[in-house]
């Protein structure tokens, strides 16, 4: 990883109301790690320059960078971002970041995601990386959102479902009729239900607000998950 490299949007697809998904060329790039990070630096007319981190959804060889940012209504670079970068537009990119809170195809462990929000940024990452590698790990995902029209690559997660992936999804304002969870926030009781057991030593990658992932990492321990084994990835306001 070496300074910053400037990207050109080719894409942009809305996922929510508030959430957009960019995919930028970089030459350069070195490709990334699923479940990695950038730096996005933008910099205004009169020089006034804002940096913000943002995880990286794709995951691979190649000069490609795909985000996917939730608009904050007190945020300085998420609403540009989301409301008006064009396609063509450049952006500065630092990375990629982290080498913690990654997945390796080679690894053959059960992998449990779970997402608050945008949260699953990261891990979109990693399923990506799991079905195109073709690997025969398990993966679980616990997905926590308001409701269904907040869910970030709702398609993609469904496709995914029916072939690499299982899934579980809690809506916590509004559930789709006869949805099998009421809506309500994540509770232990639901996640123990849901999650791989301690038995299987799976390893737990937490992405999402601060609060969500002190308390799902919180429970998981209390369940009887070796806390080495969960790995968790936070975030604030952008």
Avoid at 26 to 55: I, M
Avoid at 72 to 92: A, H, I, M, R
Wanted: aromatic share 8%; net charge negative.
């Amino acid at each position: 990883m070496s300074g910053w490299k400037v990207g050109t949007v080719t894409t942009t697809s809305t996922q929510t109301a508030s959430a957009r998904a960019i995919s930028l060329e970089v030459p350069g790039w070195p490709g990334n790690l699923a479940g990695q990070h950038v730096d996005v630096r933008l910099t205004a007319p009169d020089g006034y320059t804002a940096v913000r981190s943002y995880s990286i959804a794709s995951a691979g060889p190649g000069e490609t960078v795909e985000l996917a940012v939730d608009r904050l209504p007190d945020g300085e670079v998420s609403p540009y971002l989301v409301d008006d970068l064009q396609d063509g537009d450049q952006v500065e990119l630092r990375g990629p970041l982290g080498g913690w809170f990654v997945w390796r195809p080679e690894q053959a462990e059960h992998v449990q995601l779970i997402g608050g929000g945008s949260g699953i940024v990261p891990l979109m990452a990693m399923m990506r990386s799991h079905a195109a590698s073709g690997s025969t790990a398990p993966f679980r995902l616990l997905y926590s959102v308001r409701t269904p029209d907040d869910v970030i690559y709702r398609d993609e997660i469904a496709a995914l479902d029916d072939s690499s992936l299982d899934t579980m999804l809690v809506y916590t304002r509004m559930a789709p009729v006869g949805w099998p969870v009421p809506p309500g926030r994540l509770s232990k009781a639901i996640l123990a239900e849901s999650v791989f057991p301690a038995s299987e030593a799976p390893l737990i990658f937490v992405c999402g607000p601060t609060g969500f992932v002190e308390a799902v990492a919180t429970w998981l321990v209390e369940l009887g998950h070796e806390p080495s084994r969960i790995k968790t990835e936070r975030f604030g306001g952008k």
